[in-house]
């Protein structure tokens, strides 16, 4: 277990210094003035997370006390249709509430990201750490690669550049993300009956601890940014 967690811990410190790295290269590139103008497009990812309504964490606080696989299987694709829907919903706000030339990839990193932190809650809450260390370690290498690229290749940075690396690392990241989770069988049909029958029954109480945390969480953010 604890080596688990020092892979885990490992790779998480990579990741954010490969991102921060790219932000200090795009911030140190295109100057104080057109960084300040993605800055909103910047908050608007951050902020759309929120539309979730807590239910990750909900999922988490379930899946942790129940004891049968099929049941917590039922869980994980709760959490993942979930988020698809709330991932479409974000898409949509972001992409009509933006008003600049790359709305359409601002909008597409709120929804992608959406999906990746619900994966990313799946592997943690089924104590998969080594692959939730090596898909985090590899959206960061994704996002480096596909920045790196656009930027040698376009004949000018600007945000489109950096907002559409980020999208497409994103997208890839999901797909690699759905093929793990395939590969530990962690979900199950969407359309079966005994998962209709589960989001009838539990919905309303999973949707209630959502909302609590989600309240819990803002209010945090709130009192912390008074500041």
């Known amino acids: 277990m604890l080596k688990k967690l020092s892979i885990y811990s490992i790779s998480k410190y990579l990741e954010l210094g490969i991102n921060a790295m790219i932000l200090l290269h795009f911030a140190d590139f295109v100057g104080a003035r057109q960084f300040g103008e993605v800055s909103a497009s910047l908050l608007a990812v951050t902020y759309s997370a929120f539309i979730v309504l807590g239910i990750n964490g909900s999922y988490v606080k379930h899946f942790s006390l129940s004891t049968e696989n099929e049941k917590m299987r039922t869980l994980s694709t709760f959490c993942l249709s979930y988020n698809v829907i709330a991932a479409l919903l974000a898409f949509l706000i972001a992409y009509f509430a933006i008003d600049q030339h790359y709305a359409l990839f601002v909008a597409g990193i709120c929804c992608f990201n959406i999906g990746r932190g619900c994966i990313q809650t799946i592997l943690r809450a ?40 980020w999208c497409l690392a994103l997208f ?6 759905l093929m793990i989770l395939k590969k530990l069988a962690l979900i199950e049909s969407p359309f079966s009956q005994s998962f209709v029958q589960f989001v009838r029954e539990k919905f309303i109480q999973l949707f209630k601890d ?5 309240a819990l969480t803002f209010s945090s953010i709130v009192f912390i940014s008074s500041d």
């Open 126 to 165: 089924t104590l998969h750490t080594e692959y939730l260390a090596i898909y985090n370690l590899g959206f960061a290498l994704l996002f480096l690669a596909c920045y790196s690229t656009l930027c040698l290749t376009s004949t000018q940075i600007d945000g489109s550049i950096l907002f559409s690396s």
């Open 172 to 177: 890839i990241s999901i797909l690699f993300g």
């Open 210 to 214: 959502g909302l609590k945390l989600a």
